[in-house]
């Protein structure tokens, strides 16, 4: 098990995932045609190059998030997660581009008990990605349902 059990949570750690990940092209192309996202934004280099201020295709923002939120489970709720509560406060301050890599850092704002589930809490993590030259490219607030540590 990676994951870190509720009761062992701090408010105020903060984890600097050590995995990055560079973005490929064939990532963003596959995503955007599985989510149906014919924005031509993610698929239209022409378009993108001709019509847009950033003169090449953006990575899709639903892979951003996906990809920035992975990369925080195994440090964070691998096999202690019981479920995704919810993101909020979901930005992109900056776009991704093909050939970008992302590090990601996460904070832990919020713990506290479950009411309804005495061996789980509720743990609120701020989630903040980054590209290679250091820019904030995306970040959110995340709650999820977390286990406790089992009884020795």
């Known amino acids: 098990m990676a994951g870190i059990w509720f009761d062992e949570l ?5 984890f600097k995932h050590v995995m990055r ?15 149906h996202n014919p924005a031509l934004l ?3 280099e ?3 190059r001709t019509e847009t201020e950033f003169g090449q295709r953006i990575v899709n923002s639903v ?6 939120v992975g990369i925080s489970v195994g440090d964070t709720t691998l096999g202690t997660a019981v479920a995704n509560l919810g993101w909020d406060e979901v930005r992109f301050p900056k776009p991704m581009f093909h050939g970008d890599t992302m590090r990601v850092e996460t904070e832990v704002l919020d713990l506290r ?3 309804s589930r005495p061996d789980q809490g509720i743990v609120t993590f701020l989630h ?5 030259h250091g820019d904030l490219v995306a970040h959110c607030k995340r709650s999820g349902l977390q286990r406790k540590r089992p009884p020795a």
Request: aromatic fraction near 10%; charge should be negative.
């Open 21 to 35: 990940r560079t973005i490929t092209e064939t990532d963003n192309v596959l995503f955007t045609a599985m989510t």
């Open 46 to 48: 022409e378009y993108c």
């Open 10 to 14: 701090q408010v105020g750690q903060v």
């Open 63 to 68: 892979f951003t998030l996906g990809l920035m």
């Open 128 to 132: 903040r990605a980054y590209n290679q």
């Open 42 to 44: 993610h698929l239209d």
């Open 113 to 115: 008990e479950s009411k």
